[in-house]
């Protein structure tokens, strides 16, 4: 097939996979009005990509690729390896910089009607400084500070394991704006729910977890790492029993504080088990990365479940959760 071929069918408007739908059961998230409890994790969604397959407006929010002050080109290869379960992933934030994103993605998403979450990343605190000062006044209707992601050389996941960093962090983010903050948890803590004390003492709206578990692979024909970065994130089904419990954790350390779960969901059942372990809402990512309609799917089955459970949908139309 020729290249220009491929750009006209690249360009044709595809048939959604999945036909609008009148949500019933929607849900609150520090003040957000989500139309339905299921999101996309950040780095799992592009509406260029997405969009060919669903309409994204449909979706409780849509989280955003993590955004930094300039391009990133990320990790070199190979960045991606199997694992029983899962897949481990080195990318290491590859984006094309906050001013690109306000000028493409983000008008792009909010047009289409989207609930938006731009993802903030950076390697220090004046990289977070300059993007949410870059977001403050956007269209974006929550910030959500990654910092947690194991895949980059420094800042990152070292702000979110240690609660002295993330408070001093949140200290110069929180006079930046107005937008609901929501900081996303890493697993690889000795306590999660002492971190997220400190991101809502530092002034964090929400909290969304959980980012990556540490992993790798070997190749066994060199012994050597398969990731070119050595150690990579885990995610898919196999982290799912760990997101579950930090969670019920992080419920119950912070009885009032919205929680966004995160972590091997691939069902609408998986999605309301993190729901009764006292989450808000819940955002699919390592499915959506085999599935790309795995987002909408899920919030579809979930709808289903949720019919069943009006004690449930009661407490989520309010912004309340089940524990």
């Known amino acids: 097939m020729s290249n220009m071929s491929v750009d006209m069918e690249m360009n044709e408007t595809p048939t959604s996979v ?3 739908h009148e949500w019933k059961h929607g849900t609150v998230v520090a003040g957000i009005s989500w139309k339905n409890p299921v999101g996309t ?5 592009q509406v260029d990509a997405c969009g060919r397959f669903y309409d994204v407006s449909q979706l409780g929010s849509v989280t955003t690729k993590g955004v930094s002050p300039v391009p990133w080109l990320g990790n070199p290869g190979v960045r991606t390896a199997e694992c029983p379960g899962g897949t481990v992933n080195a990318v290491g934030l590859q984006n094309p910089g906050v001013d690109h994103y306000l000028d493409y993605d983000l008008p792009k998403l909010k047009k289409l009607g989207a609930t938006v979450i731009a993802n903030v990343a950076g390697h220090c605190d004046d990289d977070y400084a300059q993007v949410v000062e870059k977001l403050a006044d956007s269209n974006a ?6 910092v947690s992601c194991p895949n980059v050389t420094h800042g990152g996941m070292s702000v979110g394991t240690d609660p ?11 006079p930046l704006t107005n937008k609901p903050m929501i900081v996303k948890l890493t697993p690889n803590v000795t306590d999660i729910a002492a971190i997220a004390k400190s991101a809502v003492e530092g002034g964090a709206d929400a909290l969304s977890m959980i980012n990556t578990l540490v992993g790798m692979r070997i190749d066994i024909r060199t012994g050597e790492p398969i990731i070119a970065n050595r150690t990579g994130g885990v995610s898919g089904p196999c982290v799912f029993p760990v997101g579950l419990a930090c969670v019920w954790r992080v419920r119950t350390a ?5 929680i966004i779960g995160i972590g091997g969901i691939d069902s609408g059942k998986k999605a309301l088990e993190y729901l009764y372990a006292g989450a808000n809402a819940v955002e699919v990512g390592g499915a959506a990365l085999y599935d790309p309609t795995a ?3 899920v919030a579809l089955e979930l709808e289903e479940l949720l019919d069943s459970r009006p004690q449930l949908t009661e407490k989520l139309a309010k ?4 524990r």
């Open 295 to 297: 987002p909408i799917r």
């Open 319 to 322: 912004g309340d959760t089940w």
């Open 254 to 258: 912070l009885p009032d504080v919205p």
């Open 18 to 20: 999945y036909e609008p």
């Open 41 to 45: 994790a950040s780095g799992t969604f």
């Open 141 to 146: 209707d929550m910030l959500e500070i990654n």
């Open 164 to 174: 002295v960093a993330l408070s001093r962090l949140m200290d110069r983010l929180r």
